[in-house]
């Protein structure tokens, strides 16, 4: 495995302060951003107004609301422990910033005469540091579930756990392929490696894993179910107001930037420009780099947004199937394949995009074998039938679309569709007979 070239970082204590001062305010910034921009992108796309009275166009709706939550009164709820209630805000936002020291976010700049890299610091694992500490965050939800004395935050708490155990293991599977093919679990590294290819092209597989894994992740619909209001009335935070509730808010965007800061680093090439801007000679030199990873970045936070506001939220038994039946399978499976192709050396473009086929189609076929096996067989209906609109004791007509469930000897529950009011079967009008409206 290659080793990283730590020698950029580290030098210059003032520095580095300035660096994690700057990470922090960007990042406040950002959730201020996302927070305005997530209520405005979902008001267009389900045919309303988003928060528009505030500051000009509503510009200043997140700060306002920001600014209330810190005015309301904090409460702890009397069968609370109140101790663990009070940190798990903490231990719940705190880990959301540290993740991000190790992300890069350029090159190697001037800055007051001292030449540094846009990046707070590097560890040969630093992708591995990523992981644990974004586990660690999680426990604030769980904490915060169990520390209120209250039924449903505790389910909430509950469900966080399931999630972390399912999710958090296919996130880390789709980065061994990266490694393999990088060489290397340095985030620095990581990008130089994706100087002409970007990794989505070569891993594309581990890519869709980890992005449907990131949105597990951050507790975001559709998979929202720690916090699900129609059946926890809030979930984990239900006893949590003002500041504190407000820190799990900030924990929730800042993960989501830092997830979506990792899969821009680990597969759309980190700080370097999208083609044909690579035509521009200086396109990844100075600050330009900055513009483009910010740019990816926000291209992840959008498709946060715009998942929320197409998906429903899944039931609980389909979300824990996805991760455990699908992302970790397929994780494993491409895997595999990768350190196959890498062993043999054919870790071309092209031989990588046809296993990617390949491994793509498989679970296709097979999941599509298993529906057309559990499809049931209706047995055909030869006997007459006739809709009785009075068999369920109201006179309900049946509905267009709808079908009507005939009970005649040797076949029951078997559901025909209506054309003019009288059910079809095999092709043909059913005239006689018994039956009652499905």
């Known amino acids: 495995m290659t080793q990283p070239d730590l020698s950029a970082f580290g030098h210059d204590p003032w520095l580095m302060l300035g660096k994690a001062l700057g990470i922090f305010v960007f990042l406040l910034l950002t959730v201020l951003v996302a927070i305005l ?50 940190l798990a805000p903490v231990v719940a936002v705190i880990p959301a910033f540290m993740a991000f020291a190790v992300i890069p976010m350029g090159p190697v700049v001037s800055v007051f005469g001292n030449h540094t890299a846009l990046q ?20 604030g939800i ?50 130089a490696a994706q100087d002409r290819t970007w990794y989505v092209v070569l891993l594309l597989p581990s890519f869709l894993v980890y992005v449907t894994s990131m949105v597990g992740e951050t507790n975001r619909a559709p998979f929202d179910l720690p916090e699900a209001e129609g059946e926890l ?29 990792l899969a821009t680093t680990m597969f759309l090439g980190g700080w370097h420009a999208p083609w044909p801007v690579t035509l521009w000679d200086d396109a990844n030199g100075g600050w330009w780099p900055l513009i483009w990873f910010v740019t990816k ?25 996805i991760g455990w039946k699908v992302l970790i399978p397929v994780s494993l499976a491409w895997i595999m394949v990768v350190a196959v192709l890498k062993s043999v050396g054919r870790n071309g473009v092209v031989p990588m995009i046809l296993a990617t086929a390949v491994t793509l189609a498989v679970p296709v076929i097979v999941l599509r074998i298993r529906r057309a096996r559990r499809r049931p067989v209706r047995p055909p209906v030869t006997q007459s039938f006739r809709f009785d609109p009075l068999a369920g004791g109201f006179p309900v007509p049946p509905l267009p679309g709808k079908g009507v469930h005939i009970n005649v000897p040797d076949h029951v529950g078997v559901e025909a569709p209506i054309r003019n009011g009288k059910p079809i079967v095999n092709g043909s009008v059913l005239t006689g007979g018994g039956g009652h409206h499905g």
């Open 120 to 139: 707070l610091t590097d560890l040969p694992v630093a992708v591995l540091y990523v992981l644990a500490v974004t586990s660690i965050g999680v426990y």
């Open 297 to 321: 970045l926000w291209i992840f936070m959008f498709v946060f947004m715009w998942i929320r506001a197409t998906l429903p939220r899944l039931r609980y038994d389909q979300f824990m199937a």
């Open 37 to 86: 921009m997530e209520r405005k992108v979902l008001g267009r796309m389900q045919m309303r107004f988003g928060p528009n009275r505030v500051g000009p166009k509503g510009m200043l709706q997140s700060l306002v609301d920001g600014v209330k939550l810190a005015l309301k009164e904090g409460l702890v709820p009397a069968g609370a422990d109140k101790p663990i209630y009070l």
């Open 142 to 191: 769980v904490l915060a579930g169990w520390a209120s004395g209250s039924t449903y935050p505790l389910l909430g708490g509950l469900r966080s756990a399931a999630q972390v155990v399912s999710y958090e293991i296919a996130m880390a599977l789709s980065f061994a392929a990266v490694f393999l093919l990088a060489g290397t679990m340095s985030t620095s590294g990581i990008v």
């Open 233 to 261: 009335v809030g979930g984990f935070h239900t006893e949590y107001s003002s500041l504190k509730f407000a820190m799990f808010m900030l924990a929730e965007y800042v993960n989501m930037t830092t997830v979506s800061a």
